[in-house]
Structures are given as structure tokens and as C-alpha cells.
């Protein structure tokens, strides 16, 4: 007997420690990031043939549902981007300061970028209205020699991409995205990436400054581009060259070797960026593969559950709705385990010097009894991977940034109140006392440790709070019916 509650303790004593030592990681590294190793080119050496390019000349308005727009008439560089919804600017200001922004477009002949980083062009239109379909900007402009630059910019009312072409008789173009993109407020954290992010046709890479030695060039790029943990500036094309630049001392811009191209500058919602294939720039680390599937039950359920909050209560009700009929027996197996204590007893009297016997004789009764020793861990064990999965999912998903639920004002941070955290301490405490056990002395080790998950999901997303605390409530109240359940058949 002693050697099966030591076996059963270790067993959820070796649970709880890693979920700690995954979630501590989490908390102090993050994901981690995939440094360049296939199909780059590494320089030690400073690129600095982009020429600044500070003059504004006239700012075109651009204005969709979505978001608001600036463009310059110089280059044809975009000076602002705001998303409406997260009220988010992704234009850096060090933009204004280096005279680097995303869009500008430069070439590989480095006295032609200087004569395009001054072109003042001819715009369309001095301002663009979005609403009822696709609108276009055409902006022209002649070179000291002749020739004429077009950059063609095409909104859409429902999408934050702009188709681009750029055409110059007799050069190669290339466009710019970055330096960095950083949003005011608190939108970003430091268990997500900030910096260069491109896809190539083998993997998603993701670098930081300190990665970058001068410049690294990667060929057949997807997209490539700047994020942020919620939000992405990227240019999408077929199978281009790129580069991901250092700018003293600690910026970076992408130079992506393409003249027609989708340029993305939004949030990381799922449903939009899979309609371009630029999902994978939503890093859900390893549980991406169960993360990305459940996300798109919660935005399916979210069209008739508007409120994020009501709608995790909701999504826990049916997991323990599924998990129902392993909770009952897992109850009627802990109860049995519960009164078959005396005679575990007796066994451990009799046999106590002899541990062979001992185990030989607890195993005859359990099979007897029909009773699984280990089943209690189950359900625990079954809820680690559901937990880690919504860890990913709460902690990346820009769709429940700002989300509120009753007194706590955004789902996708911790409660500033720790109200919720200090509620779940609770009823994990409440769903021990409401467990059978063999042990009453292990409801104390339990009370300790949610003491401790208390303290540790304090750091949480409050989403991830409220989905434990429903659970642990749900599971009380089953709890609680079995028991009666199973009273009244015994009665």
C-alpha cells in the first residue's frame, strides 16, 4: 500500500513539476527562435547603400474600414499605418528618424536609389476613400534621364493587404519593410518576437538583432517582413530573394528583391492571414499543431458567443461535458479506492516484511475490485496538454487582445487585480475537499500546491486564469453529483 501512494504521489508530484518547468522556461526564455542556417549568406559588413529619404512632399489619405493610411509622394513610401480595432500605429518613429520606411522602394544601383529616394511623384489622387471596393493609387514620376517611375498601390475595403507594382524601364526594384515595427502601449511582451521574420520554402525564420552580424541574405523567400507578438508588416511574393539588414545600433530593415508583390501591414488574425498564407507568422511554438485547429473553434464559436469571457466558460462546459464519462469512473474507482482501505491495511500488516508478497497481494485486489490505483492521475493528466494548448493560444492570439470579462480588462493579460488567480487558488482547494481519498494528509500537499498555482497564474493570461477556474468549479460540482450519485446506489 505504502509503496502505491508513493508510486501515485510521484506520479502527480512529477506532473506538477513539469508544468513549472515548461512554464518557467516560457516565463524567463519564450519560444525558441530559429537562427539562419540553410540558404544564407552571412557579411560582417554594415550594408549602407540606402540613402535616407526625409522629405514627406504631399501625404495621400488613405482611409478603409480596417485602417488609415499615409503616403509620401516622395518614393511613394508609406509614413503611417494605423489599425483602427487594436487602436495600433505599426510605423516606427525611427522611420522618420533614419528616412527608412516600409514600401520605399530603392535598387541595387546605388546612385539610383539616391535619385529615387528624393523622386517626387504625381499622385492620382490626393486622397483615397475605401468602402464599397478595391481602390487604386497611381503615383509617376521622371527621373533626371527620362525615364518614368510608377508605383501602383491597390486598397481593399475588407483586408489589410496592398497589391504594389513598381516599374522602372531598365532596372531592378526592391522594396523595403521595416526599420522594426513596434507599437505604442503595451501590446507586446517579452515571451513574443520582436524583429525579422521571413518564410522560406524549407521554414519559418526568426532573428534577432543580435543575430544579425551585418547583413544576412536568404533565397526562394515566401514573405519576409517585421512583426511584433501581435502584428506583421511583410511582403508576400513568388519565390524572391530577400535580406534582413542591421541599422546601427540596434535596427533592422528587410530588403526583399521583388517589384510585384502583396504587402501585408495588420493584425495576426488567423482567418486573415491564412487567406494569404502567412499564418505561420502566428508562432504557437510546438503545440501549433493543436493550437491553430482549437483557435478556429473559438472564432467559430465567438460569431454566436460575441463575449470572449462567456465564450472560454462555454468552450470549458463542453470539454467537461466530453470528459463526463472519465470523470464518473475515475470518481467510482477513487470512492472504491477510498473504502478499500482497511483491507489494504490488513494486507500491509500481514505481508509488511515480506514485499513481494505485499505487492503481489495489492495487485490480487485491486484486480479483484476491479479498481485502477492510477486513475485519479488520469483526468490530470488528460488536462495538461488542453492547458498548454490554450497557454499558446491565450498568450498569441491577437483576437482576444483588449477582450474584457467582468472587472478584468483584457483576457489576453494577467488580472491587474489578481482577483481571478487568487479564485482559482480557491477552488482547486474546494475541488480537494470534494475528491475521495485514501490519503486525507494529501489534501495538504494539494493545498500547497495550489497555493503555488495560485502565485504562478497570477503572471498568466487572465483568459487562461478563467478557463482553470471554470474547469475547477465544473469539476467540484460533478464532484459533488457523483457523489451523491453514487450514495444514493450504494444506499
Known amino acids: 500500500m505504502a509503496e502505491q501512494k508513493g508510486t501515485r504521489a510521484s506520479l502527480i508530484q512529477a506532473v506538477i513539476l513539469a508544468a513549472l518547468v515548461f512554464f518557467g522556461f516560457q516565463l524567463f526564455f519564450g519560444h525558441h527562435k530559429e537562427k539562419a542556417q540553410e540558404q544564407v549568406s552571412r557579411s560582417v559588413v554594415v550594408k549602407s547603400d540606402i540613402p535616407p529619404s526625409k522629405p514627406l512632399g504631399t501625404v495621400v489619405k488613405v482611409d478603409t474600414p480596417l485602417y488609415t493610411a499615409e503616403i509620401s509622394t516622395v518614393n511613394g513610401k508609406l509614413i503611417k499605418l494605423y ?40 499622385p492620382s489622387a490626393v486622397s483615397v476613400n475605401v468602402k464599397n471596393g478595391p481602390k487604386k493609387l497611381v503615383l509617376r514620376g521622371k527621373l533626371p534621364d527620362g525615364r518614368e517611375f510608377v508605383k501602383t498601390l491597390t486598397f481593399y475595403p475588407d483586408s489589410y493587404r496592398i497589391e504594389v507594382e513598381t516599374s522602372l524601364k531598365g532596372a531592378k526594384l526592391q522594396t523595403l519593410v521595416g526599420p522594426d515595427i513596434k507599437v505604442n502601449e503595451a501590446h507586446t511582451s517579452r515571451m513574443g518576437h520582436i524583429g525579422p521574420v521571413l518564410e522560406t520554402e524549407n521554414k519559418v525564420v526568426r532573428l534577432k538583432v543580435k543575430d544579425i552580424p551585418g547583413y544576412l541574405s536568404f533565397s526562394r523567400v515566401l514573405w519576409a517582413g517585421e512583426e511584433d507578438k501581435y502584428f506583421l508588416m511583410a511582403v508576400k511574393g513568388k519565390s524572391f530573394p530577400a535580406t534582413v539588414e542591421l541599422l546601427p545600433p540596434k535596427h533592422t530593415v528587410v530588403r526583399n528583391f521583388v517589384e510585384s508583390f502583396t504587402f501585408y501591414g495588420g493584425p495576426k488574425e488567423l482567418n486573415r492571414l491564412e487567406k494569404l498564407g502567412l499564418d505561420s507568422a502566428i508562432d504557437f511554438g510546438i503545440f501549433g499543431f493543436a493550437a491553430k ?79 485502477n490505483p492510477a486513475s485519479g492521475c488520469l483526468p490530470m493528466l488528460l488536462q495538461i496538454p488542453i492547458f498548454l494548448v490554450l497557454y499558446e493560444i491565450f498568450l498569441n492570439a491577437v483576437e482576444l487582445k483588449g477582450a474584457s470579462f467582468l472587472w478584468v480588462p483584457d483576457l489576453s493579460r494577467p488580472d491587474p487585480t489578481y482577483l481571478l488567480p487568487v479564485l482559482m487558488g480557491a477552488s482547486m482547494i474546494l475541488q480537494q475537499f470534494l475528491t475521495p481519498t485514501t490519503n486525507p494528509q494529501q489534501r495538504y500537499i494539494f493545498i500547497a500546491v495550489s497555493v503555488i498555482f495560485t502565485f504562478m497564474f497570477a503572471h498568466f493570461p487572465a483568459g487562461l486564469v478563467l478557463y482553470w477556474f471554470t474547469n475547477n468549479v465544473i469539476t467540484a460540482l460533478q464532484n459533488f453529483i457523483i457523489k451523491k450519485v453514487v450514495e444514493m446506489k450504494g444506499a
Not at 96 to 103: Q, T, V
Open 83 to 122: 489599425v483602427k480595432k487594436y487602436k495600433a500605429q505599426l510605423i516606427s518613429p525611427v522611420s522618420r528618424n533614419l528616412g527608412i520606411y516600409p514600401l520605399m522602394t530603392v535598387s541595387d544601383n546605388s546612385a539610383l536609389s539616391k535619385e529615387l529616394a528624393t523622386l517626387n511623384l504625381e
Open 293 to 371: 485547429p482549437t483557435l478556429k473553434l473559438f472564432l467559430f464559436l465567438h460569431r454566436f458567443i460575441p463575449n470572449w469571457g462567456l465564450l472560454i466558460i462555454v468552450f470549458t462546459v463542453l470539454i467537461r461535458i466530453l470528459l463526463h464519462p472519465l470523470a464518473h469512473k475515475t470518481y467510482v474507482s477513487m470512492k472504491r479506492m477510498q473504502e478499500l482501505a482497511p483491507k489494504l491495511e490488513e494486507i500491509k500488516k500481514k505481508y509488511g516484511n515480506d514485499p513481494q508478497k505485499l505487492q503481489e497481494e495489492t495487485m490480487k485486489l485491486y484486480r479483484e475490485t476491479g479498481v
